[in-house]
C-alpha cells in the first residue's frame, strides 16, 4: 500500500515564499512522474509543475521563473518551492506522482491537498 503526505502550505503575505513536500511511503518499485497540481475555489484543477524521472521539468506559464519543482529520490520526496508568491496563487495545491509499486503496474498517486493562501 502507498500513502502520500504532503506539508507546507500556509498563509503568506504577497511576495513571501513557501515550500511544498510531498513524501510517498509504501512498497514502492519505483517513481516515474511527479507532479504538483492546485484548483482555486470554482476553478478547475491545473498542473502547476512537473519533473520527470530523468530530472527534466515543465511549469505553467503563470508560475515560470517564480516556482521551482524538484525530487529526492532518495526520500520517494517531491518539492514545490515558490517564491513571489501573489494573490492569485491561492488554491489547494495536490502532489501527483505515478508509482510502481511492488507486483503492481504505475498507478497515478494524489496527496490530500495542503492549502496555500496569499493574503496581506
Known amino acids: 500500500q502507498v500513502q502520500l503526505v504532503e506539508s507546507g502550505g500556509g498563509l503568506v503575505q504577497p511576495g513571501g515564499s513557501l515550500r511544498l513536500s510531498c513524501a510517498a511511503s509504501?512498497?514502492?518499485?519505483?517513481?516515474?512522474?511527479m507532479a504538483w497540481y492546485r484548483q482555486a475555489p470554482g476553478k478547475q484543477r491545473e498542473l502547476v509543475a512537473a519533473?520527470?524521472?530523468?530530472?527534466?521539468?515543465n511549469y505553467a506559464d503563470a508560475v515560470k521563473g517564480r516556482f521551482t519543482i524538484s525530487r529526492d529520490n532518495a526520500k520517494n520526496t517531491v518539492y514545490l518551492q515558490m517564491n513571489s508568491l501573489k494573490p492569485e496563487d491561492t488554491a489547494d495545491y495536490y502532489c501527483?506522482?505515478?508509482?510502481?509499486?511492488?507486483?503492481?503496474?504505475?498507478?497515478?498517486?494524489w496527496g490530500q491537498g495542503t492549502q496555500v493562501t496569499v493574503s496581506s
Open positions: 509504501g512498497s514502492i518499485f519505483s517513481i516515474n512522474a
Open positions: 519533473i520527470t524521472n530523468g530530472g527534466t521539468t
Open positions: 501527483n506522482l505515478h508509482i510502481v509499486a511492488m507486483h503492481t503496474p504505475e498507478y497515478e498517486y
